[in-house]
């Protein structure tokens, strides 16, 4: 787990961009799994992005219109899993996080905390080789975002899954095992943590 810290305007969520292969970069290398991105046409990266990468936001980010097994399982479908195991992936998915029970509740008919589970059972449900995390807690209570963290913490132990986290919150940075700190566009400094929290 690494966090990415800095002020405001500093370039963390551009750097996070950059890293995922949604901006490109103008210098430099960005590889995953060997996997070169700038060498990647925009049709591939978007298919390699949708196969091995998750992506968890401030906002979530979940249609309103679908409940949550349909938000979960909709990455699947549009990168051309069938419709049955995508459904099998996603009730898995939301079991991982917590949430069988309201698989088919409405975004609107569920808590901050639970929003952001479904999109953390979102970015998990193609088994990516990372996930990057755009200040993940910071719309939510600070118990809803321990939470959140304890859950992305036991999926890094549990699961080995990997995730890259955007934020501002010194508390949140403590619990990886990696900080970056950022200062105007710049990576300042690097703190390795002995524990991960």
């Not at 002020?7 to 963390?12: L, N, R, T």
């Not at 095992?177 to 991960?196: F, K, L, P, W, Y």
Request: charged letters at 25%.
């Amino acid at each position: 787990m690494v966090a990415i810290m800095g002020p405001s305007g500093c370039g963390k969520t551009t750097l996070l961009n950059c890293l995922s292969g949604i901006d490109d970069v103008t210098e430099g290398t960005v590889r995953i799994e060997g996997t070169d991105l700038a060498e990647l046409d925009d049709n591939s990266k978007t298919s390699y992005r949708a196969r091995r990468m998750g992506f968890i936001f401030q906002f979530y980010n979940l249609l309103p219109v679908l409940s949550a097994v349909e938000n979960v399982e909709l990455p699947l479908l549009v990168s051309g899993t069938p419709s049955a195991e995508a459904r099998e992936r996603a009730t898995a998915a939301l079991a991982r996080v917590g949430l069988t029970d309201w698989s088919t509740h409405k975004p609107s008919e569920l808590s901050g905390g639970q929003r952001q589970r479904v999109t953390i059972a979102r970015a998990l449900v193609n088994n990516p080789a990372i996930v990057w995390a755009d200040e993940p807690t910071g719309d939510l209570d600070t118990k809803t975002a321990d939470d959140i963290m304890s859950l992305m913490q036991e999926l890094n132990r549990d699961q080995q899954q990997t995730f890259v986290i955007v934020t501002h919150d010194p508390s949140i940075a403590a619990r990886c095992h990696r900080t970056i700190h950022m200062v105007d566009g710049i990576i300042e400094r690097e703190e390795v943590m002995a524990s991960g929290g």
